[in-house]
């Protein structure tokens, strides 16, 4: 078998920019050296390229690295990356490339519109209240409330609001990473995760679901300080189960994702609620989604290579590149 050149991207011009080198490092090391060459890109904080000895080499020559791979993998979780702009990139290069579309990325990455195609397919979500920079302040505080910015991972500037003397810090929380947020009714419940896979061959693999036991919300400090227990299998009745794992493929086959996605719910005496979609969740061994599959008895390694073959066997290059055309076709400005 000829090895696969493998192009893993990390980092990016976000608040998770930590988060996305963790993941990309995971990746690298993850990544079976006897089947591929792992070439790593990173995106600085600035919006620069750099390539593994972290030498700035441009965005012109990050283009000609990725055309010369066999496949991308993005590992860049929040904005500039998997809101979609990397696919856009390597769809526009003709690259093959490992998770969700443009498409999704950006429905996925925007949680008010999350919510209203979740609901158009049958899937309840909490009610909440769309504010921007002009309109935040004017809110008033009747009930404990979730503090969010629509679009941002990875927890961060998400506060749990139990007085009206702890809204304002929240309101600029959210804000500093977003020019809108959600004020989302609290929810009772178990939370969550579900994660979808799709094969190469189109088939559906549903990881056994995880649960995340935490005091109060699950925010950024709570997430990466250790404060979290991740119970995985999650203790669920076969309806349960059942459930959340149709909402989860619903959810993820309305959004049109590839590659796969974490699907987060709140478990509640009505059933399951939608909180949100992840089309790149964290990536390391510890993360939510590698677990899942580990307790499918799917290694991290193995995942990877799952993941490389959907890209190889369901995407093809949307645009040529230059030499594959004639003179004739070509467009000179």
Sequence with gaps: MSRLQVV??????NSEHEVSLVSAAAVVAGLDRSR???????????GRWEDATGAEIGLPQAIEVLRGCDVAIPMVHGRLGEDGALAALCDLIGVPYVGSGIGAGAIG???RVTKLLANDVGIPTASAVLLDRATAHAYRFREAVVVKPVSAGSSV???????AAELPAAIEAALAVDDRLLIEERLVGREIDVAVLRRADGSIVVAPP?????????????KYGGRAVFRVPAELSHEERWELERAAERMYDALDCSGVARIDFF??????VLNEVNTTPGFTAQSQVPRMFQAAGISYSELLELLIEGALGTRRPLAPTVEEYSDDQRIMS
């Design 8 to 13: 893993v991207i990390g980092g990016g011009r």
């Design 36 to 46: 591929h060459d792992v070439v790593p890109l990173t995106i600085d904080r600035s």
């Design 109 to 111: 990455m925007d949680k």
């Design 157 to 163: 500037g998400v506060s749990l609001v139990s007085s």
């Design 210 to 222: 995880l649960e995340i036991e935490a005091e109060g919300v699950f925010d950024h400090g709570t």
């Design 267 to 272: 478990l509640t005496a009505d059933g399951p």
